[in-house]
């Protein structure tokens, strides 16, 4: 199916199996893929912002104002990760037990109760506990690109997922943005610096709660309906379709046949009709082993420790969180001091200009997530289907950001130009590998898409842990050229040690 403009507002084509769309209704919010893909990317940018919240105003005045050390600023970025880690972890399996809006809500209204108390900070020890717990709305990436997965299916998922995740990264940028604006207004009617920084976190509250509250309301859990009833639909999709193959068993579990299996029990007369394809409205063709393949093999189960242990330790899932670790880990590490990095190379910019070009680092993932994402769909399409190369592109993304990393640490620029330009450029591939992660996460484990997500989601706050501490310790916090090349080295060298991983488990039903 070829990329139509109209596919930007009209209703979609759909699989006829799990009735994920086939095209991404992106100016159409009243038709229903529309609206969850609006809500996936505006509840998720919320959340990046109130999550990064601290860091515009923490370089200058909140450190001022809570007589904070360097060491202990870098410490509270370490903090705000901490959780996020935690919390993804365990957002993947809820995704897969409730659903992910339910899950993506519920983090949105969580987190907004820390974000209220943010005010109420006054030292050090305050500024670690508020920032970790705000650290919960980081974990709502998890359900974000579960719930767009779960409604945009196979040749459209990598756009869909880098889209959703690239505008909701890009909360990073508007956090730097923001907060230094809301602050200065009320700096300029009066309040002292000290009433201002508190008063400023009252917008994201409000956003966050707004969020939250929409997408549990005006939003659906799956495109079938509800999340418990999403194997019955299923079924009902292939017997509505001639299919009266058992491929769901009574309380709604997928069974444990292979689609061989299913092909062997065909009749020389059955394998004829599998050719013939029955298409209702709006629904792409398939033939009959195509759609049995998708119900056995991409239906999402109720995780179970086995299953997920299986999942855990699977070289592919392990492939997905390196990568991811370096990718997102390093966006995570650097978002938090690129503002400081600024004001120590140039001191005359002051702390407003510093933010408003650090936000650029975030405002990126507009454009640079969502590249590597669509890069990773086209070689998908052109390539007939070969997984091997969007696996190539994130290996490719990531070994890239790593060399650019290490030029940026061992040039320190102190000319703005360069410095700026050499940031963007490295961003590009930094967030674009983000994109691409998540392009081809969908097809590795799809019946247990929940918890893959949530440890490779975890993985990239491990790597941003990581990286906030080599930023911590290199020079007492203060030698950021010396952690980009140190970065950049890991970033190299784990892309590389995990590029012989195949895409796909051996023996794979679904996700082709």
Same mark, same amino acid.
């Given at each position: 199916m070829g990329l139509k403009f109209s596919d930007l507002w009209a209703a979609p084509e759909v699989n006829p199996v799990n009735r994920k769309a086939r095209a991404i209704p992106f100016l159409n919010p009243v038709n229903v893929?529309?609206?969850?893909?609006?809500?996936?990317?505006?509840? !998720?940018?919320?959340?990046?912002?109130?999550?990064?919240?601290?860091?515009? /105003?923490?370089?200058?005045?909140?450190?001022?104002?809570?007589?904070?050390s360097p060491a202990e600023v870098a410490n509270s970025n370490i903090v705000s990760l901490v959780a996020t880690l935690f919390v993804r972890v365990v957002a993947g399996p809820l995704c897969d037990q409730f659903g992910p809006r339910k899950v993506f809500g519920g983090l949105l209204l969580l987190g907004s109760v820390p974000i209220g108390l943010a005010p109420l900070v006054h030292n050090a020890s305050g500024l670690y506990v508020s920032r970790f717990f705000i650290g919960i709305l980081g974990g709502s990436f998890v359900p974000c690109q579960v719930w767009s997965t779960g409604f945009f299916d196979k040749n459209v998922v990598g756009t869909a997922n880098a889209l959703t995740g690239g505008f909701g990264n890009a909360g990073g940028g508007i956090t730097y943005f923001i907060m230094p604006a809301v602050y200065d207004s !009320?700096?300029?009617?009066?309040?002292?610096?000290?009433?201002?920084?508190? /008063?400023?976190?009252?917008?994201?509250?409000?956003?966050?709660?707004?969020?939250?509250?929409?997408?549990?309301?005006?939003?659906?859990?799956?495109?079938?309906?509800?999340?418990?009833?999403?194997?019955l639909h299923a079924q009902e999709s292939l017997q509505a379709h001639g299919i009266v193959d058992g491929v769901v068993d009574v309380p709604g579990t997928i069974t444990d046949k292979a689609s061989s299996e299913a092909e062997k029990s065909l009749s020389g007369e059955d394998k004829e009709k599998d050719k013939k394809l029955i298409v209702f409205d709006h629904e792409a063709q398939m033939g009959k082993n195509e759609m049995i393949e998708t119900a056995q093999g991409e239906i999402i189960q109720k995780p179970s420790l086995g299953e997920a242990f299986r999942v855990t330790i699977s070289p592919q899932t392990n492939f997905h969180i390196l990568t991811y670790m370096c990718s997102f880990g390093g966006e995570l590490a650097i978002n938090s001091i690129l503002a400081s990095y600024y004001s120590k190379n140039f001191p005359g910019i002051g702390q407003t200009n510093a933010a408003n070009w650090a936000a650029m680092f975030g405002f990126l993932n507009m454009v640079t997530r969502p590249l590597g994402g669509i890069i990773s769909d086209l070689l998908y399409k052109f390539a007939g289907k070969n997984l091997w190369l969007k696996k190539a592109w994130i290996t490719a993304c990531g070994v890239i950001t790593g060399i650019l990393l290490i030029i940026i640490g061992f040039v320190d620029p102190h000319d703005q130009s360069t410095m700026f330009g050499m940031i963007a450029l490295m961003a590009i591939f930094l967030e674009a590998g983000n994109g691409a992660n998540f392009s081809l996460l969908p097809h590795v484990h799809p019946f247990a898409n929940g918890i893959l997500s949530g440890l490779t989601g975890a993985g990239g706050n491990l790597g941003g842990v990581i990286f906030a501490i080599v930023f911590r310790f290199m020079d007492g916090g203060s030698n950021y050229a010396k952690a980009f090349w140190v970065i950049g080295i890991i970033h190299v060298a784990v892309n590389v040690a995990v590029s012989w991983i195949p895409p796909l488990p051996k023996g794979q039903i679904g996700g082709h």
């Open positions: 893929y529309g609206r969850v893909f609006f809500f996936s990317w505006f509840g !998720f940018m919320i959340a990046f912002w109130a999550w990064y919240a601290f860091p515009p /105003l923490l370089t200058h005045t909140i450190k001022a104002d809570l007589h904070l !009320f700096v300029g009617r009066g309040r002292t610096p000290g009433e201002a920084w508190r /008063l400023t976190f009252i917008v994201p509250l409000i956003m966050v709660i707004f969020a939250g509250v929409s997408l549990l309301l005006l939003c659906p859990d799956t495109p079938t309906g509800k999340w418990s009833e999403r194997h």
